[in-house]
């Protein structure tokens, strides 16, 4: 019998994220602090939780639009323009089942086989392959720890050919917590426009950015007609089981998305929709509550890493400390997995997000204060047993 498995579902790679939630799962999970999974500890807001309820009780369970209910498409159109001074029309937004699927649509409705698609990195897990899986060529654009992982306009320019068509940025970065200012942004904007390339930003963890306010990439001068912007609410309203984000683009490249998201999805859950339009009215301080307590944490946690000699630049968005463990002496690979083993710490190694996170691991601080100062301090005797 032949084999049937195509070659692009042969050759992509397994999420380094879930091989090692895998690994925790078959351990003793009482004992177990798992800093490797990217979800807010947490629970939904009750007032965004009702909503959805309310929605069931009154039979509201049919598909909506496949673009998304109008009151919400509507509720975001008014949100974007008032948070991050993005103009975008409802007909101009599709209500997605998460950023993932959003992603995936965009990447769909752009990519041609053959296409050079510029990709930062470190990188979400997901996006080099889905450029593949697009028929695309991803190319790895890397961002340096001297740099606050920021995206700089030489290394950009380095990676430009008369192939490159699209570049994918995620600002407050996943895994390492950068973000990209007004001014980071302008420096790079020109290189796009003179280069003709279109944009798909990734901003899902933009209410998490602690110093100032984040910057939507469309709303710097000139990006806005050359820009698909990604958001949703998993992150900023711990909704990640809810499913639910949002892609933003000119009419023209948001109707080709429609049409691949009426194929593949239909529409976003319909409750869940329902949730989003109470979250965006009426969950703001208990948002605010919550990042908050995340910036909190991420000043404990951050701090902790450096004092037991895992340098560490301070996060300014995400929920994520992207720590150095060079001076080891061991692969990230390696520490990733004699921590989990000898201290029950579950991180995640840096390589998993791509070449420039090699020497990094990946840790989250979404969970309790408690449990990151004991996961510090595990790490510090890990550390000192090496030494």
Not at 165 to 176: H, R, V
């Amino acid at each position: 019998m032949r084999n049937f498995v195509s070659k692009v579902a042969a050759e992509i790679p397994p999420s380094g994220i879930r091989k090692f939630f895998d690994l925790v799962l078959t351990m003793d999970n009482d004992q177990v602090i798992s800093l490797g999974v990217g979800e807010p500890d947490f629970d939904t807001p009750w007032n965004v939780s009702k909503a959805a309820i309310t929605s069931i009780e009154k039979g509201l369970t049919m598909y909506t639009s496949n673009r998304g209910l109008p009151d919400l498409c509507s509720a975001l159109s008014k949100d974007l323009e008032k948070r991050y001074h993005t103009p975008y029309s409802p007909n101009e937004i599709i209500v997605t089942t998460g950023v993932s699927e959003g992603f995936d649509v965009a990447v769909r409705a752009v990519v041609d086989p053959g296409d050079e698609v510029i990709v930062v990195d470190p990188c979400f897990v997901s996006y080099k392959s889905e450029v593949i899986m697009a028929g695309g060529k991803p190319v790895s654009l890397p961002c340096d720890a001297k740099d606050q992982f920021k995206v700089t306009p030489d290394a950009l320019m380095e990676k430009i050919t008369q192939n490159s068509k699209t570049l994918i940025i995620n600002f407050p970065n996943n895994p390492t917590g950068g973000v990209m200012g007004k001014d980071d942004l302008k420096a790079i904007a020109d290189i796009i426009i003179d280069h003709d390339l279109l944009l798909i930003s990734d901003e899902v963890y933009s209410e998490l950015t602690y110093e100032g306010s984040h910057v939507s990439a469309a709303s710097i001068d000139g990006l806005w007609e050359r820009t698909i912007t990604l958001n949703g609410f998993s992150k900023a309203y711990a909704m990640t089981g809810w499913r639910l984000g949002y892609l933003c683009a000119p009419k023209e490249i948001c109707d080709a998305a429609l049409k691949i998201h009426q194929y593949v999805m239909m529409s976003a859950p319909t409750a869940s929709q329902f949730a989003a339009i109470e979250a965006l009215k009426n969950a703001e301080d208990s948002k605010n509550e919550m990042v908050a307590e995340y910036r909190i944490r991420r000043n404990l946690f951050v701090k902790g890493l450096n004092d037991v000699g895992l340098p560490c630049h301070i996060p300014k968005g995400a929920f994520y400390a992207f720590p150095s463990i060079e001076g080891t002496g061991l692969s990230d690979e390696e520490f990733a997995e004699r921590l989990l083993k000898e201290q029950q710490v579950a991180v995640v190694p840096g390589s998993a997000f791509g070449e420039s996170g090699v020497g990094h691991i990946r840790t989250c601080y979404a969970v309790d204060r408690a449990k990151l100062t004991e996961a510090v301090r595990r790490i510090g005797v890990f550390v000192e047993s090496l030494s």
